[in-house]
C-alpha cells in the first residue's frame, strides 16, 4: 500500500527560504530594472522576513521545509593525552 506524498509548489520554493529560527525570508521588490530614477535603490536591496501571519501558508505550500535537512552531529568523545 503506497502512500500519497505531498507536493512542493516550486513557486513559492524558488521565492522564499527557512531560516535556522523557522523564519521565512524574501526578496524585496521594486530592484530589477528601471533603477536610474530611484535615488534610494540601496535601500531595497537585499532581502525582508514574511510576516507572521502568513507562515500558515507556507507550511501548506512547503510541507518539507520544516524537516531538519542536517542531523545534529553526534558529541565526540574528548582523547586523553
Known amino acids: 500500500m503506497s502512500k500519497v506524498k ?3 509548489r516550486k ?15 524574501r526578496g524585496q521588490s521594486g530592484h530589477k530594472h528601471e533603477l536610474s530614477k530611484f ?12 510576516d507572521n501571519s502568513d ?10 521545509a520544516w524537516r531538519n535537512r542536517r542531523p545534529s552531529p553526534a ?6 593525552a
Request: glycine share 10%; charged share 30%.
Open 39 to 50: 535615488g534610494n535603490v540601496g535601500e531595497l536591496a537585499g532581502t525582508a522576513m514574511v
Open 6 to 8: 505531498m507536493k512542493t
Open 55 to 64: 507562515v500558515g501558508r507556507f507550511k501548506r505550500c512547503l510541507p518539507y
Open 75 to 80: 558529541p565526540q568523545a574528548k582523547k586523553e
Open 11 to 25: 513557486a513559492v520554493a524558488k521565492r522564499f527560504k527557512r531560516t535556522a529560527t523557522g523564519k521565512f525570508k
